[in-house]
């Protein structure tokens, strides 16, 4: 039983088979007495001719194996016509033995009785089973299969053609379809598909002409081989027409950015259509077609600085009485993200200033930064029209000599040249080394206060410059000594002075926060009088040894100024501008004030609550405001704790402010930005009156093109819903809308009265359905092999798809389609195994899903089973006696093995199944009635059973497994119906095996 194809057989043993047919034991040999014709067809349409149908067995295997011969029916020679796709295993599948694949065996015999008639070696070297492959006569289909094997003939494939329907029309016309042996033509119009076969052409003469009407503005083609016994080279035969009154020309390529990021080309438009490129917000053709229309000789568009990390969209509008193959719009949109530069971004700081005694040995190391170049000068030689760091820049050469910039290499020390002047400052550029691929990112710290040229260009395109922070010089160098800190928790806190340094004094003062208007304190007399250098000064001592106005609590900034002696220069590596010689030193310890739990009860009018934690450091008390927080009461009041908890209760509406204050010792990680000593923290939360909701969020659906794009919104009690400012109607929730085309819908959500939105609850939503539709999947299928029953392993994906919706639909012997089934739906999978009778034909659809709910366009493909399995039986051809209202059926539209046996509303189906068969296997349609009866064996009752089934499209099932007698005899089994009015029963067919 197929649980997937709906694939349902009647089975029993293979190995049993032969016996039914008598065909056991190993016959006799005779000479051959027999010459039959041998007609080398497609495929395996090929035949063998003899006289007459007096020969009645067949051997694949030399004798060793026999089955018996089935003629062609009704055969209109004269001579017996045996089609050898009927004979299994007559082709040789396998190389090696004097045998080649595909061709005919050399083992294969024709018998009377057991009596040899003929070696069938003639045409060993010449029949095979080959397909038959079918060219295109056309440019316009696809490359050709490379995995195409070597043809019996070639056929071809004559380019259908269309003639537009005369004016006023403005679509519609006759399609042209020409007679191609082994194809059908398969006409998709309009959203309805058509199957035209060999019977509709008024003659099977290669070329012969079929005029078709069609009525759509676009019309499909797709070329299909009649049977497995053709093969299209390429396989995807497939022509679009528009038939909108338009020209036709071929769509341009997506425009690309070029390899140096510094433009984007594309294709000339020449006269056809115009080159036109906006923002990717433009949505609308006609905003488009008035915004920069790239000309008709252009095949690049010129990037700027403010396009990079953008998206550029492209149109191509065609002119007027064209449009674009092979859908046949008059404009196509093209989106190209532009790439962001590279960003560099550099550290002034971590640049080594070494000004050694004198000037033979002064040095500078600059860390190595990929994408940049290193360039150096001295102030004094810096040419008055600017600093230009390289050959590029402003026609200054890199060199040696006076008045120019010298190359810095990077990584390790340079040793640099004497400066002209006595005390001058080392100036370093630093300029892109490809600035088509890169930009300067924020800079770190550039040393503007030495009055040189130091800001980036507005573009970030450089150069980038920066100087010593002090002037290298041929004085005694002398290296300041430089204080710690201690910031410890609370008011534990020191300050460790510099130890002092000949050829240095230092300027001190120190600002204390906590004392207004005191300002600046200089503290450099009272470290010299208590000799204070090189000494540990706690917090508790600042007042009294360093003259500070107060110790409190307050934070401490400190400030030191080193100035060298006469004769002396600091460093050039120097800088009074950084850590450690200037350092706030905070005072208490550091937590985070803990906030409030504010609970904003559900309901109108009722109170809602505050509750705090008992803290140590944090002392918290409450105020209200009854309008939305402007003016509050003035008189915050305190919490009253019990168990280290504190919960209050507030009128419903009231806006409450929360004011931690941190005692003393302590300070507030999370204090107000305006808060002196990170003493106080506010906590403001605004309380509603009504129902809290949280408003559901609306879905979307984006689907190909835009016709078809709908959102849903769900609705949520107490809430009002706007799509793109207008009130949505409630009485449309929960049913799909239409987007009416667009490209964005901005949904918000507002309370209604009486009800708030919860507090963080999302309120708006930003739906795109621009962004390009996932792709359709790919479907393919792989043959199981040694399978007891015709299984193919069905397989589908599509990049970036979340789920799938996969269908079948049997195709029938007229070329008809039978009715969509569900196979899976927002599946994960995807693969899965199909069941199916032996030449029997499916067409599998998949469409891909993905994570916003778009869908693809459906991929098809078409399965047909071969003739390889030989134990499938189709149930009317076995001999079997029908009763009462039975019926033999064709084409039900249902996935029935060939035909079918029906069972109205009585009478007996009788078959007998060979000697020693062990088991029986009964299937079924079910349909929403159903049907029942009773299975006798030899003339018992041997089981009841019923069909009845709510979902008509799962078709069949198996309703009994028996097992029978071991009585050495064939069995003969009954169907019986006890049908009611309105039920009845579809048998379809049985396996041997």
Not at 139 to 145: G, K, M, R, S
Not at 197 to 207: D, E
Not at 553 to 572: E, R, S
Not at 681 to 692: E, L, Q
Request: contains cysteine; hydrophobic residues 35%; proline residues 6%.
């Amino acid at each position: 039983m197929s649980p997937i194809s709906g694939k349902r057989v009647l089975t029993a043993s293979t190995t049993l088979a032969l016996a039914a047919v008598g065909l056991a034991g190993i016959p006799a040999h005779a000479a051959a007495v027999l010459t039959p014709t041998l007609v080398n067809g497609c495929g395996t349409a090929d035949i063998l001719k003899l006289p007459d149908k007096t020969y009645t067995q067949y051997s694949p295997d030399g004798g060793t194996t026999m089955r018996p011969l089935t003629y062609a029916p009704d055969d209109a020679d004269t001579s017996a016509v045996i089609d050898l796709s009927t004979l299994p295993d007559i082709y040789a599948t396998t190389t090696g033995g004097g045998e080649t694949a595909g061709l005919l065996k050399s083992t294969f015999r024709i018998y009377k009785g057991n009596v040899e008639q003929a070696a069938i070696t003639a045409g060993a070297s010449t029949l095979t089973n080959t397909k038959c492959s079918i060219t295109a006569d056309s440019t316009t289909a696809a490359n050709p299969d490379p995995s195409n094997p070597s043809p019996v003939f070639t056929g071809k494939v004559k380019e259908p053609t269309i003639t537009n329907a005369a004016p006023p029309a403005t679509s519609g016309g006759t399609l042209h379809l020409f007679y191609t042996e082994g194809v059908n033509w398969e006409v998709t119009d309009g959203g309805g598909t058509r199957t035209f076969t060999k019977s509709a052409f008024s003659a099977t003469t290669a070329g012969t002409q079929l005029d078709v009407t069609t009525t759509g503005t676009t019309v499909t083609v797709k070329a299909v081989p009649v049977s497995a016994n053709f093969m299209l080279s390429p396989s995807n035969m497939l022509w679009s027409f528009v038939t909108n009154g338009t020209t036709l020309i071929p769509a341009p390529v997506s425009p690309v950015v070029a390899s140096d990021i510094s433009k984007i080309e594309f294709n000339q438009s020449g006269v056809d259509f115009a080159w036109h490129v906006t923002d990717a917000t433009v949505t609308s053709v006609d905003v488009a077609k008035a915004t920069n229309n790239l000309g008709d000789t252009t095949t690049q568009y010129s990037l700027t600085s403010s396009d990079r990390g953008t998206t550029k969209r492209f149109w191509a509008i065609a002119t007027a009485g064209k449009s674009f193959s092979p859908d046949g719009v008059t404009y196509k949109i093209f989106d190209v993200v532009v790439p962001q530069l590279n960003m560099i971004t550099l550290d002034p700081l971590k640049t080594t200033w070494v000004d050694q005694t004198g000037t033979a040995s002064d040095t500078v190391t600059v860390p190595a930064v990929p994408g940049v170049n290193y360039f150096y000068t001295w102030k004094s030689q810096i040419p008055s029209a600017g600093v230009q760091p390289d050959s590029t820049l402003g026609g200054y050469n890199v060199g040696p000599n006076s008045g120019q910039w010298h190359v810095l290499g990077a990584g390790s020390p340079v040793q640099v040249t004497t400066p002209v002047a006595a005390g001058d400052q080392l100036v370093i550029a630093v300029a892109l080394a490809d600035p088509k691929t890169g930009k300067f990112a924020k800079v770190t710290s550039l040393y503007t206060d030495k009055g040189i040229t130091s800001a980036m260009s507005a573009d970030s395109m450089g150069p980038v410059y920066f100087g010593s922070p002090s002037n290298y010089t041929a004085l005694q160098i002398v290296t300041p000594a430089i204080p710690t800190y201690n910031d410890g928790s609370g008011l534990d806190d020191s300050i460790t002075f510099p130890t002092a340094t000949p050829g240095v004094s230092y300027g001190v003062s120190g600002v204390t926060a906590s004392v207004n208007g005191a300002g600046a304190v200089d503290i450099t007399a009272k470290i010299n009088d208590n000799n204070l250098w090189g000494q540990t000064v706690k917090r508790t001592d600042w007042v009294s040894k360093l003259n500070l106005p107060s110790s409190d609590g307050g934070d401490v900034k400190f400030v030191f100024t080193p100035t060298p002696a006469a004769g002396w220069a600091l460093p050039a590596s120097y800088s009074n501008l950084v850590e450690p010689w200037t350092k706030t030193v905070t005072a208490g310890t550091l937590i985070a004030a803990p906030a409030p739990v504010f609970t904003d009860n559900n309901g109108t009018g009722v109170q809602d609550e505050i509750k705090v934690s008992q803290t140590l450091g944090v002392d918290y008390k409450y105020d209200t405001s009854t309008d939305g927080g402007k003016t509050y009461t003035g008189s915050p009041i305190a919490f009253t704790y019990t168990n280290g908890v504190s919960t209050v209760k507030v009128a419903a509406g009231v806006t409450v402010k929360v004011i931690a204050t941190a005692q003393a010792g302590y300070a507030f990680s999370n204090a107000d930005a305006d808060s002196a000593n990170k003493s106080t923290a506010t906590f403001i939360n605004g309380f509603t009156d009504g129902t809290v909701v949280t408003p559901a969020a609306p879905t979307q659906v984006n689907l190909p093109g835009t016709d078809k794009d709908t959102y849903t919104i769900v609705g949520s009690s107490g809430v009002d819903y706007y799509v793109d400012g207008v009130k949505f109607d409630p009485a449309k929730f929960n049913l799909p809308q239409s987007t009416a085309g667009k490209a964005t819908l901005t949904i918000t959500a507002k309370a209604m009265s009486g009800y708030t939105i919860a507090a963080g609850a999302k309120t708006e939503w930003k739906l795109d359905y621009a962004s390009a539709v996932i792709d359709k999947p790919v479907i393919s299928t792989a043959w199981v092999d040694n399978a007891t029953r015709p299984t193919a392993v069905v397989s589908w994906t599509a990049k970036d798809a979340k789920a799938y919706t996969v269908t079948f639909q049997k195709i029938n012997e007229d070329g008809t389609l039978g009715p969509v089934v569900n196979w899976m739906t927002n599946t994960t999978d995807t693969t899965a195994k199909f069941f199916a009778g032996l030449g029997s034909k499916w067409r599998i659809s998949a469409v891909a899903i993905d994570d916003k709910g778009g869908m693809s366009d459906a991929a098809t493909y078409d399965l047909t089973f071969p003739n390889q399995w030989s134990k499938m039986t189709d149930l009317t051809s076995q001999g079997v006696t029908f009763t009462g209202s039975w019926k033999d059926l064709r084409n039900l539209n249902l996935p029935y093995f060939g035909k079918s046996a029906l069972i109205g509303f009585s009478g007996t189906a009788t078959m007998t199944v060979p000697a020693n068969t062990k088991t029986f296997d009964l299937y079924a349609a079910v349909f929403a009635k159903g049907g029942s009866g009773t299975i006798q064996v030899n003339g018992r009752n041997w089981a009841d059973f019923t069909t009845k089934g709510a979902d008509p499209t799962k078709f069949q099932q198996m309703v009994r497994h028996l097992n029978l007698p071991a009585t050495g005899a064939p069995v003969t089994i009954k169907i019986i119906t006890r049908n009611a009015p309105g039920q009845y029963l579809a048998l379809d067919s049985y396996i041997l095996g």
